[in-house]
């Protein structure tokens, strides 16, 4: 049988297949035309099975017996090696999990630097808004030397610069 033929004589059943299961009829058809070579295997032609579905001892039906090409030992490699494979998965889940718990001290350590250096930022700009106002101050000051003499005006003590505590510090004679 070719494929179109094939294909239009499993459309009916496949669409009532998805109906009860939910698996697509295009799933169900490309599968059977995979196990059952597009109807053509001994399993299509003599048993009308077109997915090699094989029976235990539970079974009360009938049954049909034929060679396979399957084998213990293939089935064995093939478990052998996906238990590899899902314990190496399970090692790059790992280290995956390690990785994000890691990135997320990353990140809260991140935040509490961003927290530290804003509160300093806002510090700092409130230093530099003191000493502006100060120097306003002083500059009103000394255009008006009156204020100084104010009850109502801040007293201001300046520390003496470098040069006026050497020259207090000179020798009566050198003077």
């Excluded at 539970?58 to 090696?81: P, V």
């Amino acid at each position: 049988m070719n494929p179109s033929e094939f294909i239009m004589r499993l459309t009916t059943a496949a669409v009532a297949s998805f109906k009860a299961t939910g698996v697509p009829a295009s799933i169900t058809i490309a599968q059977a035309a995979l196990e059952s070579a597009w109807g053509e295997s001994g399993l299509a032609r003599n048993g009308n099975n077109l997915f090699g579905i094989k029976a235990d001892s539970l079974w009360r039906g009938q049954t049909l017996t034929l060679n396979t090409k399957e084998s213990y030992e293939t089935s064995a490699y093939e478990m052998k090696s996906l238990k590899k494979r899902i314990i190496h998965m399970k090692k790059k889940l790992t280290v995956a999990q390690l990785e994000a718990q890691e990135t997320e001290k990353l990140r809260e350590e991140v935040e509490k630097l961003r927290v530290q250096c804003e509160t300093e930022k806002k510090a700092s700009q409130a230093k530099e808004q003191k000493i502006s106002s100060l120097e306003h101050e002083l500059l009103q000051l000394k255009r008006n030397p009156t204020m100084a003499a104010s009850p109502s005006a801040p007293v201001i003590h300046l520390k003496p610069s470098a040069h006026d505590v050497m020259q207090s510090k000179k020798k009566w004679w050198a003077i």
